[in-house]
Each structure stands twice: as structure tokens, then as C-alpha cells.
């Protein structure tokens, strides 16, 4: 889960000048960078050019706001990390705004010389250029405050901070055509008489990547461009070997890494990774950039859906083969089931602040289970659901009450056990006494993957997947109770996720309406399974 990165808000100053209709529509041709432009124009520039002129076909379902709020919620946790802190604020203040700079050139002015013709261009464009108008106005403002408070660093008559520890953030700077904000920056004694800096870069990640670096990278590039010296640049990462005990310890919460060195080393290719963005993003022609690895790391890219879409006008979609299956290895694992047969699977959420004691920094913890039960073979399976209250940790309850449904030796069947025997043993380890009969259960799971990760089974509809998700439809093409997408609200585990986390922010018709929707999601995983082992049984049946 990556930080929001608060630069997106906050777009640098400079918009060119190429003509009297390009000098209001700065939404799309003139091109700023910020940190986070910086390391998507790296990964690919043509998200950036997507967004600049097609920014309506981006999927806005694929943007993962929880996955956002979390990282907003552990950035201003970090921002005490290191005690006391000055914040620099973007919210506006009259007098402040009106003591503000003039703008440097015309283009910063919006200038409105339109004919006829442009008007509809200019309708089309108001709503892009009020929000770019807003952020500019947050950044200019953020700007002058963090020179102002700098400044008194080396100010005689100011509260000379040479070599003295300060810390602040959102501090904001602004060099050739790019913006930052960075979200700690400390002064640091360095022995000089000369104010100087350590940048610390906040991410929920648990670990540095290598797109981390670019960021902090593209930050010291503009720091120093802009006239301030760093001396030191490093990541503040989650440590996910945490666990929580009382109140939260920012000291272990967070993990520190010095990144100078590799933050150093990436200062050659800098302008000529800014130039190559800004050209390809700049053209007037779409990028000619295929799908691929990078449209999956570090995240789906929000533009998949219109790229695949383009690519698939030319690569024609796999024809209609009837599945393959293999009945002998089918057989072989159906042979590995006993009755009566529990069908089981979890809903789980992670964190990345853990808000209860003995959780740790993205630990799955299930708060939901659906429970589908056939006593013999092809029977009508009994089903049976839990579903914790928001709020409260949901561990003791659901372990309690899979040792009341589940008999210690019962045969379990899940859907990539890996996962329910991970839950199943983390509840164990911190339940001792409920341990031998979590791990009886554990121990009993059968994977209902297996047929179709060993190709048993195969139909091109997976699109050579064996996910669930994949496999069901490919079954049962058209069964409207068996099709995801007929669910109200939740229709996929993240968004089970993030409609459990967001109960307590609910009214109560809002909570009724999301409980029953987060059941129904949960009791379909099951009931595939059921539907999926009969199909498979169907097969063996019909093949001998
Ligand atoms: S889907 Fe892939 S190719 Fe298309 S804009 Fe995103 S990263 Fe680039």
C-alpha cells in the first residue's frame, strides 16, 4: 500500500506560453512535474500523457482508496516520528494569500482571448482548470510559507537554527518546471554555517523499493536545484515485525533506512530521465507503449482497461475450445475428499497501523467466514456464516466459533489453502488453548485448486487463470446466482476489505445494506465450491 503522495495536489508554477488559446488551456499542453509524476513517467510516460488527453478513459475502480487512506493515515503518524514537528500547512488564510507574490510572467495570469469557436473548447476545460487553478494556488502558498520558515534559519535576526535539530513537514520546493512537497525534512548540524537538510521520505510499504528511491531521488534533485543542501536522504518504512502492545511506538512502528548513497548514485540519469518524460509525455500523438510488466508494478495502472483494449484490436481473442479435462487426475483428487465435507473461506483485512495489541503492521486478520457443509456426496449443503462487529478484534470469536462448527476431524476444502491455513495457524499460535483443535482443522484442508492448477481441468474462458474468479465463470458461463458482478456492493475481497473498515463511518441503513452485501459475497465463495466439486464430479462421471 503506497503513501498518498500530497505533491499530486500540489503541481508546480511555469505553465508555457505557446499561444493565446494554449495560455488557458493549461490542462493540457504545459507539463509540470512533481515527485509523483516523476516516478510514474519513469515506470511508464504515457500514464502521464493518458492523463493530460484522455484522462476520462482512466479507470476510476482501479484507483484503491483505501489502499490511499491508509497511506495518509501513516504519513501523519510519521510526522512525529522525531518528536515535535512544524507542519506546513496548505489551508488558505486571507491576509497571508493577499501578501502573496504577483505572478512572475503572463502565463501564470488567465488570460481569456477566445473566439467564437473556443468557447466550447473552453466550457469543455473549465472544470480542469478551476482544480488546476486550486492546487496551484495551495502550492504557491505552501511555497512561500516553507521559505519563510527556512529562511529563519539563517536569519540573524531570526531563531538561528544552525545546528540545531527542526523538524518539518510538507516543507515545499520548486526547481526547473518541478514541484515537491517532502514529508519530513529536518535541519541537521553538519558543522557549516550554512542551513542544511536531511530529506526523509514516508511509505506505508514494509520494505524499500526500488521505485522509493526515484522518489527521494527526484526530491534531492529538486532541493538542490532550488538552492538548499542535503546532506542526508531516507525511507521511514513500516516494520511489519511489529506488534502492538498499548499504545502505538512510533520508535518500532517505523523502520529507518539512510538511502544517500543509492539516492546519490541516481542524480546522473535524473535530467535526462526528466527530459525523455517530458518529451514522450508531450507529444501530440498518443505514446506508442505496450501492455506489460510495468502496467501491474508496483500497482495496476488505472489506464489497463483502455491499453489492453487497444491491444486486444489487434491480437483477436482465443476461440471457443471446448475445456480439456483430464478424469483420471481429477478422480485422484476427488478421491482425497471424505464426508461430511466443510467448505470454508475467509474475508480478511490488513492495516497498516494495527489498532488492536498482538497485531502487526499488515497482518491478515479475518473477521468473516462462510461455512457451507454436505454431509454425503452431492447432498444439499447446510450453510453456515460469521461475521464480526467493526470495531473489535474479531480473533477470539471466530476462532471460538470454527472449534464449535468444525469437528477436529472433519475434511475441509478451501480455495488456495495457503490462505485459510495461514489464518487458521496465526489464530493458534496466539490462542494456545484453542491450538490443538485450530491446527486439527488445519491440518485437514484439502485445496479445491489443485484440479485446476495441475490443468485437470482447463478452459480457455480462465484465460489461464486458476483463481476462483476465473474458474467459475469458465464453469458456468450462465448461471446469473453464481456471477459475481449480480452482487450489490461487494463483488471481490479488496472491496470486502474496504466495506468491513468503513462500517463505523456508516449510518445504520448504510451498515444493514453492507453487512448483508459482505455476507452474500462470502457465502458465493463457498457456494462455487460446492457448485465447482460437483461439476468436477459430473466430469469423472460422465468419462467413465
Ligand atoms: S496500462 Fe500500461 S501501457 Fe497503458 S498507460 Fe498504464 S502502464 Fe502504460
Not at 548514485?265 to 506508442?288: C, F, H, V, Y
Amino acid at each position: 500500500m503506497a503513501k498518498q503522495n500530497t505533491d499530486d495536489k500540489n503541481e508546480a508554477k511555469n505553465e508555457p506560453n505557446n499561444s493565446s488559446l494554449q495560455s488557458f488551456n493549461f490542462s493540457l499542453l504545459p507539463f509540470n512535474l512533481s515527485k509523483t509524476r516523476y516516478c510514474l513517467g519513469l515506470r511508464c510516460p504515457k500514464i502521464l500523457w493518458l492523463d493530460m488527453h484522455k484522462s476520462g478513459e482512466k479507470d476510476a475502480s482501479a484507483v484503491n482508496q483505501a489502499r490511499l487512506d491508509e497511506g495518509a493515515k501513516v504519513g501523519e503518524l510519521a510526522r512525529g516520528y522525531f518528536g515535535g514537528y512544524t507542519l506546513i500547512p496548505n489551508t488558505i488564510c486571507f491576509d497571508e494569500e493577499a501578501e502573496e507574490e504577483q505572478p512572475e510572467n503572463e502565463a501564470d495570469q488567465l488570460t481569456i482571448q477566445l473566439s467564437i469557436e473556443e468557447v466550447a473548447q473552453f466550457l469543455e476545460d473549465t472544470e480542469k482548470r478551476i482544480k488546476r487553478l486550486k492546487e496551484k494556488a495551495y502550492s504557491r502558498l505552501k511555497l512561500s510559507r516553507t521559505k519563510r520558515l527556512l529562511d529563519e534559519i539563517n536569519s540573524p535576526m531570526g531563531r538561528d537554527l544552525v545546528g540545531v535539530n527542526e523538524t518539518f513537514c510538507e516543507a515545499s520546493f520548486a526547481a526547473e518546471d518541478g514541484f515537491c512537497s517532502v514529508d519530513i525534512l529536518r535541519a541537521v548540524d553538519d558543522g557549516s554555517n550554512v542551513a542544511t537538510y536531511e530529506i526523509i521520505e514516508v511509505k506505508s510499504a514494509t520494505s524499500l523499493k526500488p521505485e522509493h528511491l526515484d522518489d527521494m531521488a527526484y526530491q534531492y534533485h529538486i532541493l538542490s536545484a532550488s538552492g538548499r543542501k542535503v546532506k542526508k536522504v531516507s525511507l521511514l518504512h513500516i516494520n511489519n515485525q511489529y506488534e502492538r502492545m498499548g499504545e502505538i511506538d512510533l520508535q518500532k512502528l517505523f523502520t529507518l533506512v539512510d538511502c544517500t548513497k543509492e539516492v546519490l548514485e541516481k542524480q546522473k540519469d535524473l535530467s535526462a530521465n526528466i527530459k525523455r518524460i517530458k518529451e514522450i509525455a508531450g507529444t501530440e500523438t498518443e505514446p506508442d507503449i505496450s501492455i506489460g510488466k510495468h502496467c501491474d508494478s508496483p500497482y495496476p495502472c488505472a489506464y489497463k482497461q483502455y491499453c489492453s483494449a487497444i491491444k486486444n484490436q489487434v491480437t483477436p481473442p482465443p476461440n471457443n475450445q471446448p475445456p480439456l479435462v483430464d478424469s483420471v487426475k481429477i478422480k485422484a483428487f476427488l478421491e482425497t475428499l471424505s464426508y461430511p465435507l466443510y467448505h470454508l473461506d475467509f474475508e480478511t483485512f490488513q492495516e497498516a497501523v494495527p489498532s488492536f495489541n498482538h497485531q502487526r503492521p499488515y497482518q491478515k486478520i479475518p473477521f468473516q467466514y462462510s461455512l457451507h457443509i454436505q454431509q454425503e456426496e452431492g447432498a444439499e449443503p447446510l450453510h453456515r456464516e460469521y461475521l464480526a462487529q467493526a470495531g473489535t478484534d474479531p480473533r477470539r470469536e471466530i476462532a471460538e466459533r470454527l472449534c464449535a462448527e468444525i469437528p477436529k476431524d472433519a475434511c475441509i476444502l478451501a480455495y488456495f489453502m495457503p490462505f485459510e491455513k495461514g489464518r487458521i495457524s496465526e489464530l493458534a499460535a496466539l490462542f494456545p488453548n484453542l491450538a490443538p483443535h485450530l491446527m486439527s482443522i488445519h491440518d485437514n484442508i484439502k485445496d479445491l485448486i489443485t484440479p485446476f492448477k495441475t490443468q485437470a481441468w482447463n478452459s480457455p474462458e480462465q484465460e489461464g487463470s486458476a483463481s476462483l474468479k476465473a474458474v467459475l465463470p469458465a464453469m458456468f458461463p450462465n448461471e446469473s446466482g453464481l456471477d459475481y458482478r449480480n452482487l450489490d456492493l461487494i463483488q471481490n475481497g479488496g472491496e470486502a476489505m474496504e466495506a468491513f473498515l468503513s462500517l463505523p463511518n456508516l449510518n445504520p441503513e448504510e451498515q444493514q445494506r453492507t453487512r448483508a452485501a459482505l455476507l452474500a459475497y462470502c457465502r458465493l465463495d463457498t457456494l462455487a465450491m460446492v457448485k465447482i466439486l460437483d461439476k468436477l464430479r459430473e466430469e469423472v462421471k460422465e468419462k467413465r
